[in-house]
């Protein structure tokens, strides 16, 4: 085992002195041919570090296009997606009529895909995401990343559409009532054909009902009223829903709260009216 060692040991030494003295060596070609030499054989760290440091040096050659193009590669083979993006993203800016740049403009699209933030997260880097995409979809239709491009852009906007509905679902779980149904119906907005409408219709009732109920006598009526529209809509437009029972049970409770809230209001005027006759009753007999 301590051979075993020793030998692994001398050998990364030994490769540790030959990437050195390639890295010190004057000529551009020598530092050139031993970095694609690496990268051929996936060693994208040491190609990497040469490619980095030739690109300025043969920016505008032929030499300079690939060793760009191999260099955005070996960031991405790394995992290091946002670098990747960078500079597939600068060497379809640059090279723009390399028979690479196809490629790189989509390269730079997947890597903000593979940096794309897990669902609990902000979603900004998954909309950079979409949008690099249809920008790619938009110079090169045709293409043969065309049919993958697409797949990768629903799959984003999945995850969007997931991640809001989610959001909705936990401001109904905390029985956030105002900022649930806002939510459901931003959903509702920005995700027309979602499987998850249904749904989501029949929790926007539930916390409309909930709303409704702990309100303030002055706010009975209106909230009462929305909770009635909501359940007529729904009806209509899920007439085989399996939430259907559910949502006809707060139609009969949105229309029996409304009769009390208009109830209360009319008793409120009732009152109102008659401490003003009250009053002017008062007025006159000082007067006499």
């Not at 890597?111 to 949008?131: G, H, K, R």
């Not at 065309?146 to 905390?174: C, D, F, G, P, S």
Request: contains cysteine; aromatic residues 16%.
């Amino acid at each position: 085992m301590k051979k075993l060692l020793f030998f692994a040991l001398l050998f990364w030494v030994a490769t540790a002195c030959k990437f050195q003295k390639i890295q010190k060596n004057d000529d551009w070609r020598v530092r050139y041919k031993a970095a694609i030499e690496y990268y051929d054989k996936g060693d994208y760290y040491h190609a990497g570090v040469l490619l980095e440091e030739l690109i300025p040096i043969l920016k505008g050659s032929p030499e300079g296009e690939k060793a760009h193009f191999y260099y955005a590669y070996c960031n991405f083979e790394q995992g290091m997606y946002l670098v990747s993006s960078h500079y597939f993203k600068t060497f379809f800016d640059t090279y723009n009529r390399s028979t690479f740049a196809e490629e790189a403009l989509y390269m730079y699209a997947y890597s903000l895909y593979a940096d794309s933030s897990p669902i609990y997260l902000d979603q900004q880097s998954t909309n950079t995401a979409i949008d690099a995409f249809q920008e790619f979809l938009n110079h090169y239709p045709q293409s043969k990343y065309a049919v993958q491009a697409n797949n990768l852009i629903a799959e984003l906007r999945l995850k969007l559409e997931t991640k809001a509905y989610n959001l909705a679902k936990l401001y109904h779980k905390l029985k956030r009532e105002k900022a649930s149904i806002i939510t459901f119906e931003n959903f509702e907005k920005d995700y027309p054909d979602s499987n998850l409408q249904e749904e989501a219709f029949a929790l926007k009732i539930e916390s409309q009902h909930l709303l409704a109920v702990n309100s303030f006598e002055t706010k009975k009526k209106e909230r009462y009223e929305a909770l009635i529209s909501f359940c007529q809509k729904f009806i209509d437009k899920y007439p085989q829903s399996k939430y259907l029972s559910s949502v006809q049970d707060y139609l009969v409770k949105g229309q029996n709260g409304l009769k009390e809230a208009l109830a209360y209001e009319k008793k409120v005027k009732e009152l109102q009216e008659q401490n003003k006759q009250n009053s002017a009753s008062g007025v006159v007999s000082t007067q006499n």
